[in-house]
């Protein structure tokens, strides 16, 4: 079905191991993005993308990683986890000149 | 970027009027108005969004004055399923958007 994907689903890890979590959408959108959201609190953009090998800083870019070889991929890499990025991480994508975000079901991760 | 506020929490009961105030006081020219609407352990659905005066569509209403200095988002004859978290952003379209989404709006409502 069309839509945007992400795995996994769910994901424990340890302290200062490498992390990746794919998004995926089927769409062609321009614009991707990735958000984390902490326990009781709202959403905050970590990275985005305009395009297919354009990628911009949010407000939380420390320690993540991303790249966009293909416009439907999008993952990001945490390249050394740390217990502050237990979260979950929501993909979301929209159309350039667009308001609406779709947003994908969320990556449950924590980090012991 | 422009920031918004909400209230962190408003109750109601089924079959009333929800308004829920957000404020944007630096928003931009190029800046749109958009409300997204959230479910426990899911990701933000858009609502609605607008640039000036009224849009309304099946699903709410969004009314933002002249000034645009604010935004309200309405809904009508709400009903328990509309509990949720409601965010309020405002949106560049001028380039590359960064966007913030704020802590949200728990709206809770009782039968």
Known sequence: ?112 | LAKTTQPISMDSYEGQEVNITCSHNNIATNDYITWYQQFPSQGPRFIIQGYKTKVTNEVASLFIPADRKSSTLSLPRVSLSDTAVYYCLVVGYSSASKIIFGSGTRLSIRP
């Open chain 1, 1 to 112: 079905d069309a839509g945007i994907t992400q795995s996994p689903r769910y994901k424990i890890t340890e302290t200062g191991r490498q992390v990746t979590l794919m998004c995926h959408q089927t769409w062609s959108h321009s614009y991707m993005f990735w958000y984390r959201q902490d326990l009781g609190h709202g959403l905050r953009l970590i990275y985005y993308s305009a395009a297919a090998d354009i990628t911009d800083k949010g407000e939380v870019s420390d320690g993540y990683v991303v790249s966009r070889s293909k416009t439907e991929n999008f993952p990001l890499t945490l390249e050394s986890a740390t217990r502050s990025q237990t979260s979950v991480y929501f993909c979301a994508s929209r159309i350039r000149g667009q308001g609406e975000q779709y947003f994908g079901p969320g990556t449950r991760l924590t980090v012991t």
